[in-house]
């Protein structure tokens, strides 16, 4: 299987600030067939199922504000929140599409400071 | 709109079983992997397994095997997801989640707590 981790397990930053989470594969993630990267992010705030934000490791969800962005290739991805905002505190999860088992990663859980 | 709506939030007792039903619409029901998820509480996510409506293709996690069946209608659009021999590791949020390649839609999820 492959295994999915992210840094840090937990964040905090100032409103208005950038909040970065990394994640990391065990294998490439990089699909052969279309050059994209079986890499997606999901936001998940209580109470509520995960909601994705960005598929391929960088195409944003339609309806997702443009603050969201994911970038990295083959092991190593990032999201990457340009200006936090009150209503983004909530969990993230790094998933990967690529093949068997579709693995997680931990999750981070993102604070305002 | 693409719509997962589920049912069959229970108490169970250890080595009971439990079958939770995700009805699916708003969508070609037999073109998408459904797959199920679960949360226990407080705890991050872990993927059980898949089912392919259109013809009833399965696969599962290895730590569920034995232990889970997935099945789907294609009539009533709901595919279902059955768990048996229950213990407190399986207290969780289960959710049923459309692949369309990544996971778009997912269902609201239910909570099974075993006790």
């Known amino acids: 299987d492959i295994v999915m981790t992210q840094s840090p397990d937990s964040l905090a930053v100032s409103l208005g600030e950038r909040a970065t989470i990394n994640c990391k594969s065990s294998?490439?993630?990089?699909?052969?067939?279309?050059?994209?990267?079986?890499l997606a992010w999901f936001q998940q705030k209580p109470g509520q199922p995960p909601k994705v934000l960005i598929y391929w490791a960088s195409t944003r969800e339609s309806g997702v504000p443009d603050r969201f962005s994911g970038s990295g290739s083959g092991t190593d991805f990032t999201l990457t929140i340009s200006s936090l905002q009150a209503e983004d505190v909530a969990v993230y999860y790094c998933?990967?599409?690529?093949?068997?088992?579709?693995?997680f990663g931990q999750g981070t859980k993102l604070e305002i400071k | 709109q693409v719509q997962l709506v589920q049912s069959g939030a229970d108490v169970k007792k250890p080595g009971a079983s439990v079958k939770i039903s995700c009805k699916a619409s708003g969508y070609t029901f037999t073109t998408y992997y459904m797959h199920w998820v679960r949360q226990a509480p407080g705890l991050g996510l872990e993927w059980m397994g898949w089912?392919?409506?259109?013809?009833?293709?399965?696969n599962f996690a290895q730590k569920f095997q034995g232990r889970v069946t997935m099945t789907s209608d294609t009539s009533t659009t709901t595919v279902y997801m059955e768990l048996s021999r229950l213990t407190s590791d399986d207290t969780a949020v289960y959710y049923c989640v459309r692949e369309n390649w990544y996971y778009d839609y997912w269902g609201q999820g239910i909570l099974v707590t075993v006790s």
């Open positions: 998933q990967q599409y690529y093949s068997g088992p579709r693995t």
């Open positions: 089912i392919f409506p259109k013809n009833g293709d399965t």
């Open positions: 294998q490439s993630l990089l699909y052969s067939s279309n050059n994209k990267n079986s």
